[in-house]
């Protein structure tokens, strides 16, 4: 079964700095990745996937995350955070037509 | 398109009550999941249901069951509330035609069980 790893349940940047969001996975078969935000209060927003095309994906608000198959990694990264990037983020997996499968989530704060 | 609308947003019930949780998905996705959201456990898979049928079950107890509609609108019900059935249920749609497999949610609804 597939199974999702976000290492770090929170991390702390200052605001202009890079921004890196880890996440590993494992799966049995070539998997479907996603990343997701949540803002308080809200429902999840998709940032960006990975369904086998490029390897490096570039989402809304400037995100990009590339997929590593050698180390089963989809780190999320941002080369300048913003203060509106503070927010839970979450690393999701899925084979096929099965459920999605998601990380515990990283809550990301931005320091001014 | 209008986004994915989930009724009532916030709702609170008392232990061994029942609630019903109402989801619209997107115009023309046919396929619903439903999630439960705790901070202990994060996000858990409860339900998919596609053209009226229950595709993909999560591992929660009887007491949580679904249906969806012709209309592909879909309802969760979960009888006999306990305490820790406190949670944000989100609600997900999805088109299903094209392989993206991109699932777009709504803005939950925000249970408390007192």
């Known amino acids: 079964a597939q199974s999702v790893t976000q290492l770090g349940s929170h991390v702390s940047v200052s605001e202009g700095a890079l921004v890196l969001l880890r996440c590993n996975y494992s799966?049995?078969?070539?998997?479907?990745l996603f990343w997701y935000v949540q803002y308080p209060n809200q429902g999840l927003q998709l940032l960006l996937k990975?369904?086998?095309?490029?390897?490096l994906v570039k989402g809304i608000n400037g995100f990009e995350a590339e997929f590593k198959k050698s180390e089963t990694s989809f780190h999320l990264t941002k080369p300048s955070a913003h203060m509106s990037d503070a927010a839970e983020y979450f690393c999701a997996v899925r084979e096929g037509n099965t459920p999605l499968v998601f990380g515990k989530g990283t809550r990301l704060s931005v320091i001014a | 398109k209008a986004g994915v609308t989930q009724t009532p947003r916030y709702l609170i019930k008392t232990r061994g009550q029942q609630v019903t949780l109402s989801c619209s998905p997107i115009s023309g996705h046919r396929s619903v999941s439903w999630y439960q959201q705790t901070p202990g456990q994060g996000l858990q898979f409860l339900f998919e249901y596609f053209s009226e049928t229950q595709r993909n079950k999560g591992n929660f107890p009887g007491r949580f069951s679904g249906r969806q509609f012709s209309n592909s609108r879909s309802e969760m019900n979960v009888s006999t509330l306990e305490l820790g059935d406190s949670a944000l249920y989100l609600c997900?749609?999805?088109?299903?035609?094209?392989?993206?497999?991109?699932?777009?949610f709504g803005p939950g609804t925000r249970l408390t069980v007192t």
């Open positions: 990975y369904t086998s095309a490029a390897t």
């Open positions: 799966s049995s078969v070539p998997p479907y």
């Open positions: 997900a749609s999805s088109f299903l035609g094209d392989n993206s497999y991109e699932q777009y």
